[in-house]
T-cell receptor, first 113, second 114 residues
Framework: AQSVTQLDSQVPVFEEAPVELRCNYS??????LFWYVQYPNQGLQLLLK??????LVKGINGFEAEFNKSQTSFHLRKPSVHISDTAEYFC???????????FGRGTSLIVHP | NAGVTQTPKFQVLKTGQSMTLQCAQD?????MYWYRQDPGMGLRLIYY???????DKGEVPNGYNVSRLNKREFSLRLESAAPSQTSVYFC?????????????FGPGTRLTVL
């Protein structure tokens, strides 16, 4: 069975500060990992994904995430956030031959001026 | 390309009423999905369709039915709405049913059941 935990429900941060949104997954087999972003009143869109290869994955809008197998984590980072990054961020995991992702509960990133 | 479209955007129902949420995609995708999003719960899968002509239950199918009308369209029906079905509903699609495929989401339908 696959599961994903987003440790923070809300992360407030000031503009131009760095941010890390945490995601831990549970799976006994190899995994695919995704981060999606949901801007206010919109659907989700893909930020980045880890399928295989390099553990550091770069996505859109300056975000990156690092796959850490030993810690079963896939934390999302950005070195300097903008007001426009205010959104809900979802981590998702796929494993065991399933093509249906399991989504985390989401982390609300709030960027203050 | 419009991507994934959903209608209506907003809906208010009374308990016991029925309605159908419509979803269409113009990306020639094979697989389609219905999720509901509740505060603090993330996205939960209601039903999915791996390909035209097939549908399967997800995590929370009770109280819902679906129809994969053709390759483009996947509708979600509430036969007798209940307040517990107040939620935001998202339709999504993927090119295939491979695990590596990105999900493309519609803008959502905000449903309130009184």
């Amino acid at each position: 069975a696959q599961s994903v935990t987003q440790l923070d429900s809300q992360v407030p941060v000031f503009e131009e500060a760095p941010v890390e949104l945490r995601c831990n997954y549970s799976s006994s087999v190899s995994v695919y990992l995704f981060w999606y972003v949901q801007y206010p009143n919109q659907g989700l869109q893909l930020l980045l994904k880890y399928l295989s290869g390099s553990t550091l994955v770069k996505g859109i809008n300056g975000f990156e995430a690092e796959f850490n197998k030993s810690q079963t984590s896939f934390h999302l980072r950005k070195p300097s956030v903008h007001i426009s990054d205010t959104a809900e961020y979802f981590c998702a995991v796929l494993s065991g031959g399933s093509y249906i992702p399991t989504f985390g509960r989401g982390t609300s990133l709030i960027v203050h001026p | 390309n419009a991507g994934v479209t959903q209608t209506p955007k907003f809906q208010v129902l009374k308990t016991g009423q029925s309605m159908t949420l419509q979803c269409a995609q113009d990306m020639n995708h094979n697989s389609m999905y219905w999720y509901r999003q509740d505060p603090g719960m993330g996205l939960r899968l209601i039903y999915y369709s791996a390909s035209e002509g097939t549908t399967d239950k997800g995590e929370v199918p009770n109280g819902y039915n679906v129809s994969r009308l053709n390759k483009r369209e996947f509708s979600l029906r509430l036969e007798s709405a209940a307040p517990s079905q107040t939620s935001v509903y998202f339709c999504a699609s993927t090119l295939t049913s491979r695990a590596t495929d990105e999900q493309f989401f519609g803008p959502g339908t905000r449903l309130t059941v009184l």
